[in-house]
């Protein structure tokens, strides 16, 4: 079945600076990735995703890339502020029959100091 | 907005009982799901469904059942709880109906459950 690798675990990055988190999946037929956001606390919120047929999108301060061939996809966040600490999910699905069965990574958890 | 409630948020059972988590969603959505998350394992599909008395197995369904009898409500059911169980749940739904396209999961606040 599908999996998805998430790196790294835990990133730690002083404010202003960008982050990157990257996940690689195992089925080439996924075609939605999206990616979710928990800071403490909270339930996981959807901030950014990207569909099979598209290599980059971007909202704001961040972006996603995907390279299907290498199967791999990235997060990144530029200029970052405190309120981005939180821990990413990434996630791969292959959308049949009407509904997404996400297969979720690892998470990586984000600490911005000031 | 969406919501999606939870019927606890904290909850202690003891090892061998029949436990009950429900989730409720208000915004018809077809999809709901039933995930569970362990530090260092991210969240792992338990079950879901994607109609009244549909369910399908997610990647980790043993020890666990489901039940979905009206649209807005599913039911994550632990037969005989065990110490392994100890986790936190989460349910979440969405509209379903878009393949190809964008199908956001909305979350629960979650179900910290201890068994002990």
Same mark, same amino acid.
């Given at each position: 079945?599908?999996?998805?690798?998430?790196?790294?675990?835990?990133?730690?990055?002083?404010?202003? *600076?960008?982050?990157?988190?990257?996940?690689?999946?195992?089925?080439?037929?996924?075609?939605?990735?999206?990616?979710?956001?928990?800071?403490?606390?909270? $339930?996981?919120?959807?901030?950014? !995703?990207?569909? =099979?047929?598209?290599?980059?999108?971007?909202?704001?301060?961040?972006?996603?890339?995907?390279?299907?061939? @290498?199967?791999?996809?990235?997060?990144?966040?530029?200029?970052?502020? #405190?309120? !981005?600490? @939180?821990?990413?999910? &990434?996630?791969?699905?292959?959308?049949?029959?009407?509904?997404?069965?996400?297969?979720?990574?690892?998470?990586?958890?984000?600490?911005?100091?000031? | *907005?969406?919501?999606?409630?939870?019927?606890?948020?904290? +909850?202690?059972? $003891?090892?061998?009982?029949?436990?009950?988590?429900? &989730?409720?969603?208000?915004?018809?959505?077809?999809?709901?799901?039933?995930?569970?998350? !362990?530090?260092?394992?991210? +969240?792992?599909?338990?079950?879901?469904?994607? !109609?009244?008395?549909?369910?399908?197995?997610?990647?980790?369904?043993?020890?666990?059942?489901?039940? $979905?009898?009206?649209?807005?409500?599913? =039911?994550?059911?632990?037969?005989?709880?065990?110490?392994?169980?100890?986790?936190?749940? +989460? &349910?979440?739904?969405?509209?379903?109906?878009?393949?190809?396209?964008? *199908?956001?999961?909305?979350?629960? #606040?979650?179900?910290?459950?201890?068994?002990?």
């Amino acid at each position: 079945g599908e999996n998805v690798e998430q790196h790294p675990s835990t990133l730690s990055v002083q404010e202003g *600076d960008s982050a990157v988190i990257k996940c690689t999946y195992s089925d080439s037929a996924s075609n939605y990735f999206p990616w979710y956001k928990q800071e403490l606390g909270k $339930r996981p919120q959807l901030i950014i !995703d990207i569909r =099979s047929n598209v290599g980059e999108k971007k909202d704001q301060r961040i972006a996603v890339t995907l390279n299907k061939t @290498a199967k791999h996809f990235s997060l990144h966040i530029t200029e970052t502020q #405190p309120e !981005d600490s @939180a821990v990413y999910f &990434c996630a791969a699905s292959k959308v049949s029959g009407g509904y997404n069965k996400l297969i979720f990574g690892a998470g990586t958890r984000l600490a911005v100091h000031p | *907005d969406v919501k999606v409630t939870q019927s606890s948020r904290y +909850l202690v059972k $003891r090892t061998g009982e029949k436990v009950f988590l429900e &989730c409720v969603q208000d915004m018809d959505h077809e999809n709901m799901f039933w995930y569970r998350q !362990d530090p260092g394992l991210g +969240l792992r599909l338990i079950y879901f469904s994607y !109609d009244v008395k549909m369910k399908e197995k997610g990647d980790i369904p043993e020890g666990y059942s489901v039940s $979905r009898e009206k649209k807005e409500r599913f =039911s994550l059911i632990l037969e005989s709880a065990s110490t392994n169980q100890t986790s936190m749940y +989460l &349910c979440a739904s969405s509209l379903g109906g878009l393949a190809g396209g964008r *199908d956001e999961q909305y979350f629960g #606040p979650g179900t910290r459950l201890t068994v002990t």
